[in-house]
């Protein structure tokens, strides 16, 4: 009977047991991947054969699963642990996804709205005091469509750069290569397919200027959030 039990336990916790056992090895790569060095490039090794036995599937599994633990600041935590950058009092929501979170940076009191998409493979760098409401998209890789084999597009620099006091609102889609200057509005369900200038207020599809925002902000967000959320 008593086996039994732990054979459905087991089963009942297996994702997070697997995750577990995965985590650290994928967190050294991921720490190798942003800082480098001899004794993390030994570390990493094991990661490197998990993701590379997994097709990467091992690292995105284990990051789509911390986007449901409920709470901001293990989130935060693990995040952190996975080489992304990010300043105290910023706030990630529930069920964010993120790609290649060593090549992100969150700034001070940043706020990540639930079910976001963050895809940093190319460098994203959101600065600080930005709200992304619910459901925004962030992008710095797509295919080509010129491209015969339907490869990636390498010909330009497909960073994306999010200025201070940004407010990015809800469902809108940024695309690779787009900086979006300090205090700028990218109105809801909106696609940034260029810059955006600072202050500027933009619209629509793709996103053009329809107003402008003062620029006499000076609100910070403190990182005040629910505990269990």
């Known amino acids: 009977m008593l086996l039994i039990l732990l054979i459905l336990v087991a089963l009942l916790y297996s994702k997070w047991i697997l995750i577990t056992l995965t985590f650290p090895w994928v967190s050294l790569l991921f720490q190798f991947r942003r800082h480098k060095g001899t004794v993390r490039k ?11 036995l997994t097709k990467d599937g091992a690292s995105r599994f284990i990051i789509l699963n911390i986007g449901f633990i409920p709470s901001v600041t293990l989130r935060r935590a693990l995040y952190r642990m996975l080489g992304a950058e990010v300043e105290r009092r910023a706030v990630v929501h529930y069920r964010t996804e993120l790609r290649a979170p060593y ?15 963050l895809d940093a493979r190319n460098d994203l760098r ?39 006091r940004v407010w990015i609102g809800s469902n809108v889609v940024v695309l690779p290569g787009v900086t ?26 793709p ?15 403190d990182g005040t959030t629910c505990w269990f959320y």
Not at 42 to 52: K, N, Q, S, T, Y
Not at 103 to 117: E, F, P, V, Y
Not at 132 to 152: A, C, K, W
Not at 182 to 191: D, L, R, T
């Open 42 to 52: 030994v570390l990493a090794v094991p990661g490197l054969v998990i993701e590379r």
């Open 207 to 221: 996103a053009r200027k329809i107003s402008t925002r003062p620029q006499t902000l000076q609100y910070e967000f």
């Open 180 to 205: 979006i200057g300090e205090g700028a509005v990218c109105c809801a369900g909106c696609v940034v397919t260029r810059d955006v200038a600072p202050y500027d207020v933009v619209a629509g599809i």
């Open 103 to 117: 090549r992100l940076t969150i700034g001070q009191g940043s706020i990540i709205g639930d079910n976001a998409i």
């Open 126 to 164: 959101i600065g600080r005091n930005v709200n992304l409401s619910s459901n925004v998209s962030i992008y710095t890789e797509q295919h080509d469509y010129r491209d015969p084999m339907f490869g990636y597009d390498n010909e330009r620099n497909k960073a994306v750069v999010i200025g201070d």
